[in-house]
T-cell receptor, first 112, second 113 residues
């Protein structure tokens, strides 16, 4: 049930690009992306709802494939402030209720 | 300002004691969630609630209990039955269904000694 994230960790130099993937064996109802700094609350980045959808947020963008089984988060020209753990989440219907669950996270470290 | 507040930020308890973590939101959100986060780990769902007086077990509900008597409040009790309660606990809320942005509180770091 839990979406699978890859890679588990990424180390970048400032200005480099990265891609974080989130996948599921079943179609996802939605995909959420959050970033968490150490010891802080996760911060919302974006939600994708439709197959084939793409969204951008400054130099951070995401896509949702047509089958809604995979989403990718693109970080371009990385900045030091991009460091943190990135989580993908999805709404999962279970027994008539909708719960929000997350992948295990991808740790991103950007160095000067 | 609207937001979601967790208290306290740090909490220490002796083994065998029950402890209640507070979560309050003034965003008028219907859905509320509790997650547990261990070092280097993801967010694991403990309990969630979509409406007042109704809540559902998440993936790791054993040893925890909740109540939802008011829309604004969703307290979590960590009972003595929870075998490894030391962790970072995060509360979140959203407008409802899983397609809405979740807002997180600042978390409570619970240490049981």
């Amino acid at each position: 049930q839990q979406p699978v994230q890859s890679p588990q960790a990424v180390i970048l130099r400032e200005g480099e690009d990265a891609v974080i993937n989130c996948s599921s064996s079943k179609a996802l109802y939605s995909v959420h992306w959050y970033r968490q700094k150490h010891g802080e609350a996760p911060v919302f980045l974006m939600i994708l709802l439709k197959g084939g959808e793409q969204k951008g947020h400054e130099k951070i963008s995401a896509s949702f494939n047509e089958k809604k089984q995979q989403s990718s988060l693109y970080l371009t020209a990385s900045q030091l402030s991009y460091s943190g753990t990135y989580f993908c989440g999805t709404g999962l219907f279970s027994g008539g209720y909708n719960k929000l669950i997350f992948g295990a996270g991808t740790r991103l470290a950007v160095h000067p | 300002d609207g937001g979601i507040t967790q208290s306290p930020k740090y909490l220490f308890r002796k083994e065998g004691q029950n402890v209640t973590l507070s979560c309050e939101q003034n965003l008028n959100h219907d859905a509320m969630y509790w997650y547990r986060q261990d070092p280097g780990q993801g967010l694991r769902l403990i309990y969630y609630s979509q409406i007042v007086n109704d809540f559902q077990k998440g993936d790791i509900a054993e040893g925890y209990s909740v109540s939802r008597e008011k829309k604004e409040s969703f307290p979590l009790t960590v009972t003595s039955a929870q075998k490894n309660p030391t962790a970072f606990y995060l509360c979140a809320s959203s407008k409802g269904q899983g397609a809405n942005e979740a807002f997180f509180g600042q978390g409570t770091r619970l240490t049981v000694v």
